[in-house]
Nanobody
Framework: QVQLVESGGGLVQPGGSLRLSCSSS??????LGWYRQAPGKERELVAR???????NYADSVKGRFTISRDNAKNTVYLQMNSLKSEDTAVYYC?????????WGQGTQVTVSS
């Protein structure tokens, strides 16, 4: 059973940066994604990356967020720069397309002054 554990969230001011990490208990060869869910909204895909490192982003974060992965460490990262209040959400990692058994607890990101 694969377990994904997200970390790195916190409170940051608008314009600030955070780096999220997601560690997997086992090697995942498939595409991985970062998702987020804001209060009262549906969960949405933020960014995804193939095993070989090709990435794709939602329009709302393009140019501000960077997804990367270290396959040797079974870890995927999300570097978030120029954060906005609308980025406030719980952030999760999962396969892409998502697989229900892989959802973890997520990590809270709050962007506020």
């Amino acid at each position: 059973q694969v377990q994904l554990v997200e970390s790195g969230g916190g409170l940051v001011q608008p314009g600030g940066s955070l780096r999220l990490s997601c560690s997997s208990s086992k090697t995942i060869l498939s595409e991985l994604g970062w998702y987020r869910q804001a209060p009262g909204k549906e969960r949405e895909l933020v960014a995804r990356i193939t095993y070989g490192g090709y990435s794709n982003y939602a329009d709302s974060v393009k140019g501000r967020f960077t997804i990367s992965r270290d396959n040797a460490k079974n870890t995927v990262y999300l570097q978030m720069n120029s954060l906005k209040s609308e980025d406030t959400a719980v952030y999760y990692c999962n396969r892409y397309p998502s697989y229900d058994p892989y959802w973890g607890q997520g990590t809270q990101v709050t962007v506020s002054s």
